[in-house]
């Protein structure tokens, strides 16, 4: 879920292509006839599933793409996108499940291009990525094995990225004012005012006054890296990996959506993993244990990391639920997608304040050492 310009959580800039448009695009600056068409849902920028005609010599095939239109705020920092798409293949070459760009007919991984859609001729950065299969989690009855799974793959992510990957675009990646950067949470404060006067906003607000005194200041002993970002349940697809309908076992076969990368800390990354897989668990308040069980499998975290998880994950919470009802002002038609976490987010929010720190801590961190003493439930 991408921001528009770094605090900002959204302006009004999501690219408005036709079918028509995305043909012809397609095909001028891919060289690629597209077969059919159909819209991806996407937070601020344009996707479209894509089915072009190959020709393979003397037989015909096709082949499937998710064709990217960048909004036009993100499409004035080109580093940050090259940045984006080269972490993307780096990470496919090292065997992680992401996708690859189709170059451009003049061999480049991106194209600037003008969109007739509104006031200015505003331009956006294009790109053909190859299309992964499989299901998002959203859409699948989660079980522990998965949970794990995708806190396994989010330590081994990140902890690839940050040891191995050194393209020259990477240093735009630091990104200090990025609204979706965990370190962000007291810019929230702006943007409150979209939760109207209720016990909601009274949450958020005790969210990110904490926040301020208990983890900024903490900030400097956590162990830095590169941030995938947003480890959401529309962004893992997996597909299963066993014939039992009474207990599938997946596997992760596809990591989708690399524009809120940034620098920031491990122990993010294992906290948005777990905001984000607690909203598709019945148990909401186990789930923790099991995505930790996971990351810390590949990377365990320091007694400090582990000490702010708690309120991380409501953070995450609140940056979600927050920019999505100020996103929804701005954006009604798309208020359906947009309000998708906060169906069920709330609800899991409150309840994290209710039980409490301490109990649900020692919920998480019971399950995760559970794990060290057995194999992956």
Not at 237 to 260: C, H, K, T
Not at 361 to 376: Q, R
Request: proline content about 5%; overall charge negative.
């Amino acid at each position: 879920m991408s921001s528009g310009n770094d605090n900002q959580p959204q302006t009004f800039t999501k690219p408005a292509f036709g079918e028509k448009d995305v043909a012809e695009l397609v095909d001028r600056v891919f060289g690629l006839k597209v077969s059919w068409i159909r819209p991806l849902p996407s937070y601020d920028d344009q996707n479209f599933h894509v089915c072009v005609s190959i020709n393979k010599g003397a037989a015909e095939g096709a082949d499937e793409y998710v064709l990217k239109i960048t909004n036009s705020e993100d499409s004035q920092e080109p580093d940050l996108i090259e940045a984006q798409t080269q972490a993307m293949m780096f990470l496919n070459a090292e065997g992680f499940p992401s996708a690859t760009p189709y170059l451009t007919k003049d061999g480049n991984i991106m194209s600037l291009e003008s969109g007739d859609t509104g006031p200015g001729n505003k331009k956006y950065v294009v790109r053909l990525l190859t299309y992964l299969p499989g299901m998002p989690v959203a859409k699948i009855a989660t079980n522990t094995q998965i949970f794990y799974e995708i806190g396994k793959l989010a330590a081994s992510l990140d902890k690839a990225l940050s040891e191995k990957f050194h393209h020259p675009s990477v240093k735009s990646l630091h990104r200090g004012q990025f609204i979706w950067n965990l370190a962000n949470v007291p810019l929230l404060d702006q943007y409150t005012y979209a939760l109207g006067q209720n016990k909601h906003r009274e949450v958020v607000e005790q969210v990110i006054e904490q926040f301020k005194g208990k983890v900024i200041p903490k900030l400097s002993s956590f162990r830095a890296c590169i941030n995938h970002g947003d480890f959401n349940d529309h962004n893992i697809l997996v597909d299963s990996s066993s014939d039992s309908l009474e207990n599938p076992q997946y596997r992760v076969s596809g990591i989708l959506d690399f524009s809120d990368m940034s620098y920031g800390y491990y122990v993010f990354e294992v906290a948005i993993a777990i905001m984000y897989m607690m909203i598709e668990s019945p148990d909401p308040l186990s789930v923790g244990g099991h995505v930790l069980a996971g990351f810390e499998s590949v990377l365990p975290l320091t007694e400090e990391e582990r000490g702010a998880l708690f309120l991380l994950v409501s953070g995450r919470f609140s940056q979600s639920l927050v920019i999505a009802a100020h996103t929804a002002l701005l954006y009604p038609e798309n208020k359906e997608y947009l309000m998708i976490t906060a169906k069920t987010g709330w609800k899991h929010l409150m309840t994290m304040f209710e039980v409490g720190q301490e109990a649900v801590e020692k919920t998480w961190f019971e399950t995760a050492n559970a794990y060290t003493n057995s194999a992956p439930a």
